[in-house]
């Protein structure tokens, strides 16, 4: 029930913010230079900011790019771990244990380190939608550690089930084994590694646009509008500068009842 | 496995796990744009062919093998290095600020878990209402760290210390929660509960011991959570810590401080694991 309420409510979050977009004649980077740092009026709903861009458009752009960005990034961490664990499953023990120590190397290492070291060697030149898909690829290239050991468990386990004795003694290829049985079966364990992802990924994408390293300007993102709140001149005027992280407290808030229940079933 | 089996190879796990970090990060450095960029190749006051020998001197030390060659044996020797931005020792750069950072660690770790473990305990054991008291470190859960450090410099209280404590606490208390809630629906506390015993000598008696290697696990669990917040905590307060340090060098490009300081995360978190696991194997014998 609760994941529920949680999902209606997101989904409205997505429409609401889909629907600001579409009607509103500014995009997120539109600089209206007659209303720098505007409180909000009819025509700017929650103001702007230091540039005369309107808070409410960069916001609804912020929510669905980074849940855009942080659901992509999940899916490919997923399949990289699905990969990954699989191989391991399925190898000899030598090159399992290789493989899962591989993943004890990335799984024991500070994710943000990792993530500006690996930020830091991009271009200066990069362009903000590449430093988005970077940020987020870069996110998805080492959150696979933990779910691919949680894979490589629920594969080996599976690999000695009767079925699967079966499906060898049939006369099946590992490769079909896979494919048709052990995937559908490691489908109960996949999602829920998918679902904590995603505010995982939101998170760390927050942490690193508020320090200057996560999506380039003038594309909005969590971190990025949080930098705001560095401007005392902009927080005397409005407290709609709080928008974005109120919002961003809630979406996290609404993932996170999914995750509890994702965590429960794993 | 004898006991000096066991610890040998889990140093030599851990030993392992750093050389493959040194590895990455030397990879990484290698193919970083801007690595080899030499500033004197723009000054004019040198003659064209003093800078095309710069450019030349340069290509040649591009080799992924001589770049190791040359990192490792600075390593061993204690040399990480100078820094681009600063001109000054990288190991000089960094031994001035561990101590600011260990301390800050070592505070909000212990804050973190006091206050986590005080509220998992009272917590797990309630029948009802669970939820409504889990609330706070929830929504604690859903703030990023940099975001909680901004409220706190906005509303003018707490700290760095407050700020990870808080962060560490919301983590574990999710782990101590679920972990101790199995622990009081376990047959042999419900017969000692029947019994009369009270609660905080069920607590002392049976959870705590039955949990402890679990609590090991989440020990070194908080040691990488807490690494992974130092840098926008420190970055926030202006902490003159590793993490600051590791920030500036990122927007400066200072590449041997990173790679020094990504070494030395991935040895603090390789013995802690270690002493962890150590500990254990030690009571186990």
Redesign the interface.
Known sequence: MRTRIAAGILLALILGAGLVLWLMPYDYAFQDRDAIMAPATAQHWSGTDELGRDRTVRVSAALLIGLAGASAAAAITTMIAAGFGLVAAFSRPAIAAILM??S??FL???????L?????????TASPMQTAVTTFLVLAALGWPACARAIYRGAAALRSAEWMIQGYACGLKTRQLIRLHLVPHLRPLLLPQFIICV?AFI?AE??LG????GVGEPMPS??AM?LE??NSAL?ARSHWVYLP?AL??VV??LL?SFTTEAETNV | MSLPMRIVTRVG?TL??ML??AA??IL??R????YFADSREMDAKYAEAARSEIQAENSQQQSLSLIAIREVKGWIKGDFGESRQYHVPVAELIGARIRVSALLLAEGILYGWLIAICAALPVSSLRKGGLLFGLPF??L???????MA??CI?AETGGPVLVLSLLISARDFKFLRSLLEGEWRSPHLLQGRAQGLSPLALVRMHILPSVVPQLRALATLSI?TA??????IE??FTVPGVGQL??S???N?D?PV?VA??LL??SV??FA?LLSTRTLTLEEA
């Open positions: 120590f591989l004890d190397v024991s290492l500070p994710w943000l380190f990792l500006m070291m690996a930020r830091s060697l991009l271009p200066l505010p998170v927050a942490n508020a320090l200057g390293l969590w971190g949080m709140l560095d927080l992280i961003l407290i996290l808030l996170e | 796990r392992l796990l493959f970090v990455g990060t990484l450095v193919f970083a744009p801007g929830t929504i859960l859903a703030i990023p760290a940099a975001a901004t409220a906005l990488v690494l992974g917040a130092l840098v926008p970055v926030i590791a920030w060098a990122v927007m490009r590449l990173l300081v990504s995360m991935a978190v390789g694991g």
